[in-house]
């Protein structure tokens, strides 16, 4: 609820709006717990448009594979000899959401003279050096993850096309259509997807930029996935052109540091590297061959939002600049700032995540419709003035009779939760707020200064 002082100051600010020649509106002001916001109406964000469509909606409806790349999965799977398809498609994508990252050496080492210190606390008599190496050694193989890299061959990468095309190409296209909403001028023309696995990065930008994007660079270590991704391209054989053109394969990243892309994307390949060492040189990498947009997405668990914010640090802390664009990198989405992640320094951490509704492939199996959970973050180079500072909707919103319940990540870099009523609000904040969704921006600004309230004015002499 707004406090008596957070409703005083919503009424000098009416006043202050008055005494300046501003015309009152009942979309002007908002009270959020727990300070005092302003909608953001300095260039009448709604226009002619209803609020169903103010420009903070960004949810997409279910997304659906395109027929062609569909039916090519399809083909390709019914080919396959292997039984228990289904089996294998569930115990992939229960393992792959379970993993964690791996553990560095040195916390490692730590544990292991943690482990030494408690064993030593009850000396065995006839302890000797190797015996007590070999304790530590068992009680850290029991206690520590056993994270293993997985090597995709012919039969694994079918698996994995099954179990996560659908859901990486909703995933990436949402992401995409964050930056095609906000930015509709931008035309990409070069994008290079880094452990690109089935080509679902390719096909989604296709769907979004087609008209635009002129050349592909799918770079991904294993030989059978590309293999995989270029067969998926030809309607599921060898011979047929491919159904996008200017696609093209490599196992290793290009050398040059000028060879920069419009778009650079990982989607869910930072967490298959094998510590943070290898992660941040890639990272710092393809930031490097970053001309306009950076998109890193990964599993919506605490380990993939971790993940992301180490990569989002990275890049805004690092003195990495390119040879070709000296321009500075901010976070375009989805925080409305560049301070720490509020959700990460929290009592207890939570992942910032997002879910967006798809189609999956119609396997047997496969027939109902889904929701992929993620998480992301994309950085630009360029200023943050660029983009809008308008608060995030971070969890599901609660619409109750006559008040709308939003937590919102908000430019100051906290977390708010934010309840709101056209009684307070105005009816215009209350029908957005009311028809916004998780993952939706929605438009408020917080002002630097606020005039004082009543209680705060000089006495008069």
Not at 117 to 145: F, G, M, W
């Amino acid at each position: 609820m707004a406090t008596a002082s957070g409703l005083r100051l919503l009424v000098n600010l009416g006043r202050w709006h008055r005494d300046r020649g501003v015309v009152p509106q009942s979309r002007a002001l908002a009270v959020l717990v727990p300070g005092v916001s302003q909608v953001d109406n300095k260039s009448d964000f709604l226009g002619k448009k209803p609020h169903r469509q103010h420009p903070g909606i960004l949810k997409l409806p279910h997304v659906r594979l395109p027929p062609a790349l569909a039916n090519a999965a399809q083909l390709l799977l019914l080919g396959n000899s292997a039984s228990n398809v289904e089996k294998q498609v569930q115990a992939l994508t229960n393992y792959l959401w379970s993993r964690h990252l791996p553990v560095e050496p040195e916390e490692l080492q730590r544990r292991a003279v943690h482990l030494e210190k408690k064993i030593l606390e009850n000396p065995d008599p006839v302890q000797t050096e190797e015996k007590l190496h070999q304790a530590v050694l068992s009680a850290l193989c029991r206690t520590t993850y056993h994270w293993q890299k997985l090597s995709y061959n012919e039969g694994l990468s079918l698996v994995y096309m099954a179990a996560r095309l659908d859901g990486g190409f909703a995933a990436v296209s949402r992401a995409f259509h964050e930056i095609r909403a906000r930015i509709p001028e931008f035309q990409p023309q070069t994008l290079m997807d880094f452990g690109s696995g089935t080509g679902s990065v390719t096909w989604a930008a296709h769907n979004t930029w087609g008209q635009s994007l002129r050349e592909y660079m799918c770079v991904d270590s294993s030989a059978a996935m590309l293999d995989l991704a270029e067969r998926l391209l030809k309607a599921g054989s060898e011979s047929e052109e491919p159904y996008i053109p200017g696609v093209f394969f490599r196992q290793f990243l290009p050398v040059s540091p000028k060879v920069q892309f419009d778009v650079v994307v990982s989607a869910f390949s930072l967490s298959e590297l094998p510590s943070k060492a290898d992660r941040n040189e890639v990272v710092q990498t393809l930031w490097r061959k970053t001309s306009h947009f950076l998109i890193l997405v990964e599993n919506g668990t605490k380990a993939g939002h971790r993940l992301l914010m180490d990569a989002r640090d990275l890049v805004l802390q690092g003195k990495e600049k390119s040879p070709v664009d000296p321009q500075s990198g901010f976070v375009f989405a989805p925080c409305p700032h560049e301070l720490p992640c509020p959700q990460s320094t929290a009592s207890k951490p939570l992942a910032c995540s997002f879910s967006q509704p798809y189609h999956p492939i119609p396997f047997s199996w496969n027939k109902n419709p889904r929701e992929e959970r993620f998480s992301l973050v994309i950085l630009a180079r360029g200023l943050p003035e660029a983009a809008h500072r308008w608060p995030r909707i971070t969890q599901p919103v609660l619409k109750r009779p006559r008040h709308v319940h939003c937590h919102l990540c908000c430019a100051d870099g906290h977390m708010q939760h934010a309840v709101i009523t056209a009684r307070r609000h105005g009816r215009d904040l209350y029908r957005c707020a009311r028809v916004s969704s998780w993952g939706d921006l929605l438009p408020i600004i917080t002002p630097s200064e606020l005039p004082p309230s009543p209680a705060q004015d000089p006495p008069e002499s």
